[in-house]
């Protein structure tokens, strides 16, 4: 099958650009590199180094024809968000409108979009978080993603594009960039490699952190689904940031401090997400527990 990955040199979108050629699918990337890595890109993958919300684009459908497109290509910081929503918006809110127009008019058979869970939920709602919870996000890069989200439902509507969401929960894993995307098991494992102090804003903060080959294997899996349906992706676990990072230090059997400051406004108290539907449908559960994940990130950036 043709595939085009939007962010195919980013972390996630890397490695599941290399599960998308193990299984013999012919894969296309487009990435401005901004985040992503030349050194992340699969050398059987066609590469294109171009902004989503570029012109160019429709010539790169033209020529390669997509058969399902991966979107994964975003402004992915939250804090940036923040800074500069006019940033954000433009990249990821006019960046996926260019590529469903594409997607309509070069007839593309699906798309799948990699969407947030926390910041879509915000705070107040259930723990863990099940789809039909009430959208509040907090930040200009949930309000985004929950735009794009709307927009997918109306090309739906209107053209027909099936298409399948996916709302993921906090994603680390090996690749991780710890200055783009802003995750931070990245910036801690990076912090812990050069013996620096790990820094905690707030600390009581929740996350639901899902290792990065179970995200994979689930957007895997939706490639043959036939409705259009959105999916939380989480292990339904919460974890303070403060247990995170003295986990990370245990692993890495390294001994730094830990500098706690204020939270960070605008930064959510609380997220987990219940998967329990996409267990239901499609029969998939997180294989990696914490510990297993950290350890394999941690061996990642230490050799790396």
Not at 63 to 76: C, D, S, T
Not at 180 to 185: F, H, R, T
Not at 234 to 250: D, M, P, S, Y
Request: aromatic share 10%.
């Amino acid at each position: 099958m043709k595939i085009l990955v939007t962010g195919g040199a980013g972390f996630i979108g890397s490695h599941l650009v290399d599960k998308l050629i193990h299984q013999k699918h012919q894969v296309t990337v487009v990435d401005d590199l901004s985040t992503g890595k030349k050194a992340n890109l699969n050398p059987q993958a066609k590469f294109y180094k171009f902004k989503i919300q570029d012109k160019y684009l429709t010539k790169i459908f033209q020529k390669e024809k997509p058969q399902v497109v991966y979107h994964l290509a975003a402004q992915m910081n939250v804090r940036k968000s923040i800074q500069d929503p006019m940033f954000d918006a433009q990249v990821n809110i006019l960046g996926a409108i260019n590529l469903f127009e594409n997607c309509v008019k070069y007839k593309v058979k699906k798309i799948i979009f990699i969407s947030t869970g926390g910041a879509i939920y915000g705070d107040g709602v259930k723990m863990p978080t099940p789809e039909n919870a009430l959208e509040a996000p907090i930040s200009p890069y949930g309000i985004a993603k929950l735009s794009v989200e709307k927009y997918l439902h109306y090309y739906h509507q209107q053209y027909k594009l099936p298409y399948t969401v996916l709302r993921l929960a906090n994603i680390y894993g090996p690749r991780q960039n710890y200055l783009g995307e802003a995750g931070v098991v990245a910036i801690y494992c990076n912090s812990l490699k050069n013996n620096k102090a790990l820094i905690v804003n707030g600390g009581q903060q929740t996350r639901d952190f899902v290792y990065v080959a179970d995200v994979v294997d689930t957007a895997f899996k939706v490639l043959k689904s036939k409705k259009s349906v959105i999916y939380n992706i989480g292990t339904g676990k919460e974890t303070t940031i403060q247990k995170l990072a003295e986990q990370v230090i245990k692993i890495s059997r390294h001994s730094v401090k830990i500098i706690k400051k204020p939270y960070i406004k605008g930064e959510q108290l609380q997220s987990c997400l219940s998967s329990s539907k996409i267990k239901r449908e499609l029969h998939w559960q997180p294989q990696y527990t914490l510990q297993q994940g950290l350890k394999k990130t941690w061996d990642y950036f230490k050799n790396n």
